[in-house]
């Protein structure tokens, strides 16, 4: 925020203006939002035409996150003066911000002709282009600015973002690590790096990452969840539930560290304390995806089928994009009888990015109950191409070529079961329905044949 720095004269409105903005600079500085932005509007009704209030106002609704509402601000600021590069970089910021990426791209665009070194008009350009998706355009503007601010520390962050999106994760880890040696205080850097080394592999590192971040945000939540997660999926369960617990007392309504504390106790088979925590999960948030899930499992294992449709059903309702979880939805559905509900998941499962050979498998028993043997075959066959090593879908494709009275795909299929336990038995079962269904076709011909003779 911009400090008039006047000497105050009580005698004049304009005084008791840059009187108002100075303690107004004083609060922001203090961490007192609305105290600040209570005195900027008193300064604003009485000096209308002053570019730094504006500008001051949209940095402090910025700080309480109210991007849309900042916009304005620095929209009237700059109209006041309309070469400023730093009011147009910040508005181009909160364009981003607030996922008007035309506008924003513009506007850094207007900034490059008024000054084309600039550089954050390159650097800000980097999140843009990612949020847009385009990957390429993103990593132009890093080498842009490279050329005229070569070490940016938020430029080594903002492309390792990029990266991280992408999958990229060498990449995304050698950039914020020369961020982080650049501006070792780099907001949420040590965060950045935990998250780059967990999915990569490197947990040693991504404990030592959240540890640093910690210290220096203990309460940040994000960092506390995600910390806990890391450990509960290492395995960590006690220090899991060390960062989720302080998670409850910083926030005690927290959705996501009551459904996590919840995980812990399914893990450990604490079934009563696990349904508790999932239950206040969703007291706090009744949109939270999860905690239906697990109790509809915990329901399904008790034998409960009405609670187990009742979850599963308020579960799908939630929008989920995990194929995983909705297609085992899918199988509790259809070991339950309801064959709507499953095909539903199954073919929901089928739309999302990370679709697997379970899915097919699952809407191919489906449709196979429902007796359309056609288009279970086709998912059948689908899943075999997904998952060519797994035996069960052979088994399972000769069947269903056996009710389509295909013997060329059944001996096909039986060929590439294996004759071990445990698909000895069925394996068995099918080779002898196989041959009883060709012996009474050949007895039925030739039956017709002696009756045709005899007339």
């Not at 971040?213 to 939540?221: A, F, S």
């Not at 999860?290 to 939630?318: C, K, N, S, V, Y």
């Not at 002898?432 to 011909?445: P, S």
Request: aromatic content about 12%; overall charge negative.
């Amino acid at each position: 925020m911009l400090d008039s720095g006047s000497d105050f004269d009580y005698g004049s409105e304009w005084d008791q203006a840059e009187q108002m903005a100075t303690q107004a600079f004083e609060f922001y500085e203090d961490g007192q939002m609305a105290e600040a932005m209570e005195k900027l509007n008193e300064a604003i009704e009485l000096g209308p035409e002053h570019a730094e209030w504006y500008f001051n106002m949209a940095l402090t609704l910025d700080g309480l996150e109210q991007y849309e509402k900042a916009v304005e601000y620095y929209q009237r600021a700059l109209e006041c003066t309309p070469a400023d590069v730093e009011i147009m970089n910040c508005l181009g910021v909160n364009y981003t911000r607030t996922a008007q990426y035309d506008l924003s791209l513009s506007m850094f665009e207007q900034i490059e002709r008024v000054d084309p070194l600039f550089e954050p008009a390159y650097c800000n350009r980097i999140i843009a282009y990612t949020e847009m998706e385009q990957y390429n355009r993103a990593e132009q503007m890093f080498y842009m600015a490279q050329q005229i601010k070569p070490d940016c520390p938020l430029c080594y962050y903002n492309i390792g973002n990029s990266l991280f999106t992408q999958g990229e994760y060498d990449r995304a880890l050698w950039c914020w690590d020369k961020c982080a040696e650049l501006a070792p205080d780099h907001p949420q850097i040590h965060y950045r790096l935990a998250q780059v080394c967990w999915v990569s592999g490197k947990g040693d590192r991504a404990r030592e990452e959240f540890l640093i971040e910690l210290r220096g945000n203990p309460l940040e939540m994000d960092v506390l969840l995600d910390f806990g997660l890391f450990l509960l999926e290492s395995g960590d369960l006690d220090s899991a539930r060390e960062k989720f617990s302080r998670a409850l007392e910083y926030d005690p309504q927290c959705a996501q560290a009551h459904f996590y504390l919840g995980e812990i106790y399914r893990t450990r088979q604490i079934v009563t304390k696990a349904v508790r925590c999932y239950l206040s999960a969703m007291k706090f948030d009744e949109e939270l995806i999860g905690p239906r899930f697990r109790l509809a499992e915990i329901a399904f294992a008790a034998g409960d089928e009405h609670e187990t449709r009742e979850m599963l059903r308020d579960e799908f309702q939630l929008g989920l994009e995990d194929s995983d979880v909705l297609t085992a939805m899918g199988w509790m559905f259809l070991k339950i009888g309801d064959l709507t509900d499953a095909s539903n998941c199954f073919m929901q499962a089928l739309n999302e990015a990370d679709v697997n050979g379970e899915s097919f498998f699952g809407l191919g028993m489906s449709l196979a109950i429902h007796g359309d043997y056609e288009g279970a075959a086709e998912c059948i066959e689908q899943a075999i191409a997904l998952e060519p090593s797994r035996p069960e879908l052979q088994l399972c494709a000769g069947w269903i070529y056996y009710k389509l009275e295909k013997w060329d795909q059944v001996t096909e299929s039986l060929g590439q079961c294996p004759k071990r336990q445990p698909y000895r038995g069925r394996y068995r079962q099918l080779e002898r329905a196989m041959r009883y269904k060709k012996y009474l076709r050949r007895f039925r011909k030739l039956f017709g044949r002696f009756i045709r003779g005899v007339e």
